[in-house]
């Protein structure tokens, strides 16, 4: 399957532990031609179902349980992007400053994933099958990636990341670290190198339409926050 975006990155990981048919015809009416309560009924569900459908999807918010024709639209945005030439990572959900040494990072939806799955299978002349797709769907869990900056090369070793939603701090289910950091843009100057840090938050544990705070604390101190409104990402 896919790493997001982070393949061909070394990685140091601190795993922590889980928080985790209706009759029809003459004798579905009454006198006067007024619906008998079976007719009644049966109306009724349809109208459940129908409504039921058309109030699960959101114009925005994190969609931890995506219907088929979101399911559907986001692999055809993901072809089609492979058709227009985009790249598959346009569909990672960004945030911070698009500074060369300014702290930033994306987040992966499981609507976002199934572009990305597509658009990478597009590129390849294949389209995702339905266990590539239920695997997504699956999933328990939501990546983050940061990229924050420091000068010392082992900077990010021992890193972590919470979310915080008002009073409530969500921990990772994993976090991961560049051991040795690269090179920044401006090297020898001051911030000297960047890394990467990624983890895991588990979807039962936070509010997927809430205003969400996602700070990352380096080993040798300090941290990188930033302000995601959960319920603003389509």
Request: proline residues 6%; glycine residues 10%; charged residues 15%.
């Amino acid at each position: 399957m896919l790493m997001w975006g982070v393949q061909g990155h070394q990685y140091a990981t601190q795993r922590l532990p889980p928080s985790l048919e209706a009759p029809a015809g003459r004798r579905s009416l009454g006198e006067g031609g007024r619906p008998t309560g079976r007719l009644k009924c049966t109306l009724l569900c349809m109208c459940v179902v129908v409504l039921g459908g058309l109030l699960h999807v959101p114009a925005y918010a994190i969609d931890v349980h995506p219907t088929a024709q979101q399911i559907q639209t986001a692999l055809a945005q993901g072809k089609e992007a492979a058709q227009k030439g985009r790249s598959p990572d346009s569909f990672y959900v960004r945030f911070g400053v698009a500074d060369e040494v300014l702290p930033k990072g994306f987040l992966i939806t499981k609507i976002g994933a199934l572009s990305v799955m597509a658009t990478h299978m597009a590129l390849r002349g294949l389209q995702p099958s339905e266990a590539d797709v239920t695997q997504v769907l699956e999933g328990n869990t939501m990546l983050i990636s940061t990229v924050i900056f420091g000068n010392t090369q082992n900077f990010a070793v021992d890193s972590y990341m919470v979310l915080n939603q008002g009073e409530k701090t969500i921990n990772p289910m994993m976090v991961r670290f560049d051991a040795q950091a690269n090179r920044s843009d401006v090297w020898p100057k001051s911030p000297q190198f960047k890394a990467k840090v990624v983890a895991t938050f588990n979807y039962a544990d936070f509010d997927p339409t809430s205003t969400t705070s996602i700070t990352v604390y380096p080993g040798t101190g300090g941290e990188s926050s930033f302000s995601v409104d959960f319920g603003e990402i389509q």
